[in-house]
């Protein structure tokens, strides 16, 4: 056989290893996976509340009188109608200090004024189309970017007023489950001592993030945000108004409820945070569905026209109310600030 003095270089050549995988970039891909399967789950969960809470709620139409749910509708007094109205005031009040306290945490200033605009149309549209990160993220930046603050600013405003809402929904659930275990034990068929074991845990939780954050400076990555967590003062704050907040709008519901009921409020107003949390889960707009089907399991009473000619109503006065209301003040908004550079605009031509 011939010999090749190519075959003896290549031979001499030391063999070239395979490039080793970047620890790094195994590490975001396994991180990308995670956050797929982790968006797979939500969607399926979403999907599967939807789906049985539709079925659940056709089955409960399917028997409803409609000649009783007029009637029910007709029981209902403008006194109970004001108080409604009277309590959802309140609720939305105390929505508009989320964007305080977190304007505050973020070292902003803006005007009260402004303030209370931003919040209440972010909240009332939100609430209504869903989807809050993006409906109430773009009403807040259209209103605070006029004011010089910026998208990523706006961004951890967003994320701040969301985790005063989860911290008053501890809270008020963990409060409802202490206090009056065997109430909601009717509710959720659960043993007495377990609801009084998961209060106690869920409270024990509100109480260790409050001594965490005011142990030092706490900072939240959300989302490639960066945000330094409020401390003492300001979580406490938050947890304030978180609980006025849901305890006003729980009683904006249970003020319509038919006089004949037997829920006693600290049961309803736990059934209602499950419901909001069941419906937040679910993605529908204002959590459509899934809380009518929680309350209406929830909510004792001689007859179901009757809660449900309640819920229709608190979604009126609750929902439909404030997000015209809010369309209303976001033109005017507009309308006045053309018109103030209008005349901005008149003024310094005159001058020239």
Known sequence: ????????????????????????????????????????????????????????????????????????????????????????????????????????????????????????????????????????????????????????????????????????????????????????AEVNQLKVWVNMLLGIAILAGVVAYLIWVSAGHRRLQFQGLSLELPGFRLTSGQMVLGVIDLCAAAMALYVLLPQSHSTDFISFVASYVFGCIVGIVSHTPGGLGPFEVTMLKAVTAPTQEGVLASLLLFRAIYYVVPFVFALALLGAHECLRRWASLRAAMSSSQRK
């Open 1 to 184: 056989m011939a010999f090749d003095p190519q075959d003896e270089r290549a031979h001499d050549r030391p063999a070239q290893a395979d490039p080793l995988p970047v620890p790094s970039q195994d590490h975001d891909i396994r991180a990308e996976r995670r956050r797929q399967l982790l968006r797979l789950a939500g969607a399926t969960l979403s999907i599967a509340l939807i789906v049985i809470s539709a079925v659940v709620l056709f089955n409960i139409l399917r028997t409803v009188s409609w000649s009783d749910l007029r009637a029910a509708f007709a029981a209902t007094s403008w006194e109970q109608i004001f108080a409604a109205a009277g309590f959802t005031a309140i609720s939305y009040i105390a929505l508009t200090g989320y964007d305080a306290l977190a304007l505050r945490q973020l070292n902003l200033r803006v005007p009260y004024r402004i303030t209370a605009l931003g919040s209440f149309t972010s909240y009332a549209i939100s609430f209504t189309l869903g989807f809050p990160l993006i409906t109430g993220g773009t009403v807040r930046y259209w209103i605070y970017s006029q004011q010089g603050v910026s998208a990523g600013k706006v961004a951890s405003l967003t994320v701040m007023a969301g985790i005063t809402f989860w911290l008053g929904m501890a809270i008020v659930i963990g409060a409802a489950l202490v206090i009056d275990p065997v109430a909601i």
